[in-house]
């Protein structure tokens, strides 16, 4: 499977598998064009299922365009979306491949259809056609979560039978990863590192997490002092950090005034998310806020005790419980429901969480387990297809849940009775089993009833 660290990546908002993951497909379909592009004189996209249906709102079709013009979503600054955008829209070119200048018409070159297609249920499309209108090359994408991109190809290859891995640490459920635990008489943060030094040098795995801890950090100072009060879109949504901010910053005596402090957390950088600013997947767009609020909260409570290292062990630790999400279920809240993106980022949050408080590895894997246990069932329901209600809200009481079932874990005598990988596999098994309208696609809960009650 690889490494984990691509578990936390710097993207844009506001979603993962809508935006970061399209724009990627933008990018992967120009490298595979790049050899016949003389010959291609107009390109086409076309998106199925929870792409189409709630793409509008969460961005799919620009991050499409941006990923043709070669752009990368770490790249990505408001002046150049600016700028590609409106190339685009007003001029009608898109520079495909970031090399060559071709026409570009929304209304014919960007199709929604309400159909899905078969292997995922974010699906697209990318064609390329010559002058004349001959078919030069068309490529299928799935969008599977957390910014992953899997081709047609890809999805419908048959598992090797033959995989079995040749590494010295490797680990595939949370069972495998405890005996690691006992058989080296290491921590799972410890074990996370070992397995990473397979593919990279702890010096690159840990300015990586360092680095991803920093736009963790300016996440949340652009949400605390944003540019617009208002958050894009049709719900005209007022941002509420800034508020939340000021009363954070000013003398209280309030003996509840630390809750207040995760939600602003978690609420300033979802909301930054909402509004397409720069964020860390983690695992996911929908759930960025979780992780990061749990760490700003740790900050916040062990002062001179917290230090590199905690942020190094504490994101080591979520990705190795974060792989094992993606491994043997889903991140993707269009295949799994809001409880594969909010409840993964809060049980990957709780176990980091045990592990910095000093929990032992079988604590650390009981306080995923509560975590996610009590996100089972949760849907995906976006307003409007936006990436806000009741998105943002949902990373506060994620955070906050990762917090309680951290301590939940670390202050039981006895021994749980549900695993982590039961519950992982439980939660797989709910969202396959969930109505496919609240699955992303706004065709239930709040998003079809908001507004209808007077």
């Not at 979603?15 to 993951?21: C, I």
């Not at 995922?120 to 969008?143: F, P, T």
């Not at 609420?267 to 979780?290: D, L």
Request: proline share 4%; net charge negative; with cysteine.
């Amino acid at each position: 499977m690889g490494s984990n660290l691509s578990i936390f990546k710097i993207g844009v908002g506001p979603s993962s598998s809508h935006t970061v993951g399209p724009m990627l497909a933008g990018n992967l379909f120009c490298e595979l064009i790049h050899p016949q592009l003389e010959v291609i004189e107009r390109v086409k996209i076309e998106l199925y299922g929870s792409l189409s249906l709630t793409g509008k709102g969460h961005l799919t079709d620009l991050a499409c365009i941006l990923g043709l013009n070669g752009i990368k979503a770490q790249e990505l600054t408001p002046s150049l979306k600016e700028e590609v955008l409106n190339f685009a829209m007003q001029e009608h070119k898109i520079k495909l491949a970031s090399s060559k200048e071709i026409s570009f018409f929304y209304e014919e070159d960007v199709v929604f259809y309400k159909d899905f297609l078969p292997l995922h249920e974010n699906g697209m499309r990318l064609s390329a056609y010559s002058k004349d209108g001959k078919l030069i090359c068309q490529q299928v994408y799935y969008s599977i979560g957390g910014g992953f991109i899997a081709t047609e190809e890809e999805l419908q290859a048959p598992a090797k039978k033959e995989n079995v891995s040749t590494l010295q640490i490797d680990f595939s459920s949370a069972k495998d990863l405890l005996e690691l635990c006992e058989k080296y008489q290491k921590s799972v943060a410890e074990i996370s590192m070992e397995f990473e030094k397979q593919f990279h040098t702890q010096e690159d795995i840990e300015a990586y997490c360092l680095e991803i801890w920093k736009a963790m950090q300016e996440s949340y100072r652009n949400g605390c002092e944003p540019t617009s009060s208002v958050l894009p879109g049709s719900l005209k949504l007022k941002r509420r950090a800034p508020e939340l901010f000021k009363k954070h910053t000013s003398t209280t005596s309030d003996p509840l005034a630390l809750v207040d402090s995760v939600s602003l957390y978690a609420i300033a950088i979802a909301e930054e998310n909402g509004a397409g600013g720069k964020v860390v997947t983690a695992p996911t767009n929908g759930a960025c806020a979780v992780v990061p609020a749990v760490l700003l909260y740790l900050e916040e409570q062990l002062k001179e005790r917290f230090n590199s290292k905690v942020v190094i062990d504490f994101l080591l630790t979520a990705m190795a419980i974060g792989s094992l999400y993606k491994k043997n279920a889903s991140i993707s809240g269009a295949e799994a429901g809001c409880q594969a993106e909010i409840g993964s980022a809060s049980s990957m949050a709780a176990g980091a969480m045990a592990m910095i408080m000093g929990a032992t590895p079988a604590q650390v894997c009981s306080a995923a387990e509560i975590a996610m246990e009590h996100h089972l069932g949760l849907t995906c329901d976006p307003v409007a297809g936006l990436v806000q209600i009741p998105c943002i809200e949902r990373n506060a009481f994620g955070a906050i849940k990762a917090i309680s079932a951290a301590r939940m874990a670390m202050s039981r005598e006895s021994d749980p009775k549900v695993g982590l990988d039961e519950v992982i596999l439980t939660m797989y098994q709910t969202g396959k089993d969930m109505d496919l309208k609240y699955k992303e696609t706004s065709l239930g809960g709040l998003a079809k009833t908001f507004g209808s009650v007077c």
